[in-house]
């Protein structure tokens, strides 16, 4: 690893301790974990002016309905949910000038609501790169679960329930790349395809390759002034990373994982990256943390050599 002298610019942290979109407690204590794993320390070694504005806070939503009957379906958390979105959104929009980088640390996925929301609204045309296990593509009414971490994507695209107060822009097809994705529901599946969304599956990784695989994504955004990431760590083989609420056998490996974030880093577009999905109640000795702070690393310019040192 080289450690960079030059500052190539700033960072903003913030920390999204949320479980409200999904079942199984421990979620919302990701963001600790992440930090506990280093992450401030790798990104200011590479010469990053890292300002961490801690978490949002989240209790206060808890207390908010629990159901949300919407068209005749019922959806969990829903309104809690979007007022979380909503200041994570704001405070963005406060803190962070166009020239610099956010990193938002969930937290269950239905936290990119609002991080997704405050990249389509940076200047210029923005691409989305989806980097997960699932689809996220349920809107309330085909939804199993009721939980809104597998209807994210359905809601930036304007399939859900409307999000008052947190973007008027919807997520258009042509902006969105999704890769890894391996588990989907059956009418999930079928909407997906019929979308416009690119989706690259775990076998077209397999088949062509990480590295033709994240190309082709970019190839198929466009002409796009800003990329954000949006990782969820379930998109990793469970033995890489075990902490985490929905495994799903047959993921990306270690090497593909880092392969994707340097690509994307070296590509230069990327102002957003999402980690989520960290439960460190099941993980293992903070394993999956550390290799999410592997990930913002690679992305944020980590090499073994870079041009000028040879």
């Known amino acids: 690893m080289t450690t960079r002298t030059h500052h190539p610019g700033r960072i903003h942290i913030y920390g999204v301790p949320m479980d409200l979109g999904q079942e199984k407690r421990g979620v919302d204590l990701g963001p600790i974990a992440i930090r506990y794993a280093g992450l401030t320390d790798r990104l200011t070694r590479q010469g990053w002016d890292v300002t961490d504005h801690g978490d949002m806070s989240v209790d206060a939503s808890r207390l908010m309905m629990r159901k949300v009957n919407f068209g005749g379906h019922t959806v969990y958390h829903s309104n809690a949910i979007i007022n979380i979105a909503r200041a994570l959104h704001h405070r963005i929009e406060e803190d962070v000038s166009?020239?610099?980088?956010?990193?938002?640390?969930?937290?269950?996925?239905?936290?990119?609501?609002?991080?997704?929301?405050?990249?389509?609204?940076?200047?210029?045309?923005?691409?989305?790169?989806?980097?997960?296990?699932?689809?996220?593509?349920?809107?309330?009414?085909?939804?199993?679960?009721?939980?809104?971490?597998?209807?994210?994507?359905?809601?930036?695209?304007?399939?859900?329930?409307?999000?008052?107060?947190?973007?008027?822009?919807?997520?258009?097809?042509?902006?969105?790349?999704?890769?890894?994705?391996?588990?989907?529901?059956?009418?999930?599946?079928?909407?997906?395809?019929?979308?416009?969304?690119?989706?690259?599956?775990?076998?077209?990784?397999?088949?062509?390759?990480?590295?033709?695989?994240?190309?082709?994504?970019?190839?198929?955004?466009?002409?796009?002034?800003?990329?954000?990431?949006?990782?969820?760590?379930?998109?990793?083989?469970?033995?890489?990373?075990?902490?985490?609420?929905?495994?799903?056998?047959g993921g990306l490996t270690q090497r593909e994982a880092l392969l994707l974030a340097e690509i994307l880093g070296?590509?230069?577009?990327?102002?957003?990256?999402?980690?989520?999905?960290?439960n460190p109640i099941l993980d293992e000795a903070n394993k999956t943390a550390k290799f999410a702070v592997d990930i913002a690393a690679s992305l944020m310019g980590e090499r073994i050599l870079h041009p000028e040192d040879v």
Request: net charge negative; aromatic share 2%; glycine share 10%.
């Open 266 to 278: 070296d590509d230069g577009r990327v102002t957003t990256l999402d980690l989520v999905e960290v």
């Open 98 to 249: 166009p020239q610099d980088k956010v990193l938002m640390l969930g937290g269950d996925h239905s936290a990119s609501l609002g991080s997704v929301a405050s990249t389509l609204e940076r200047p210029g045309r923005a691409g989305v790169i989806w980097v997960d296990a699932h689809g996220d593509f349920n809107p309330p009414q085909t939804s199993p679960s009721a939980n809104v971490h597998g209807m994210v994507v359905a809601w930036l695209m304007g399939r859900g329930i409307p999000r008052p107060g947190v973007s008027e822009i919807h997520l258009q097809p042509d902006q969105m790349c999704m890769i890894a994705i391996r588990d989907l529901d059956p009418v999930e599946a079928v909407n997906l395809e019929a979308s416009g969304i690119c989706v690259a599956t775990i076998r077209d990784v397999e088949e062509r390759g990480i590295s033709v695989v994240v190309h082709d994504a970019l190839d198929r955004l466009g002409d796009i002034d800003s990329l954000h990431l949006s990782f969820d760590l379930d998109s990793l083989e469970p033995s890489v990373a075990p902490g985490v609420g929905t495994p799903v056998p």
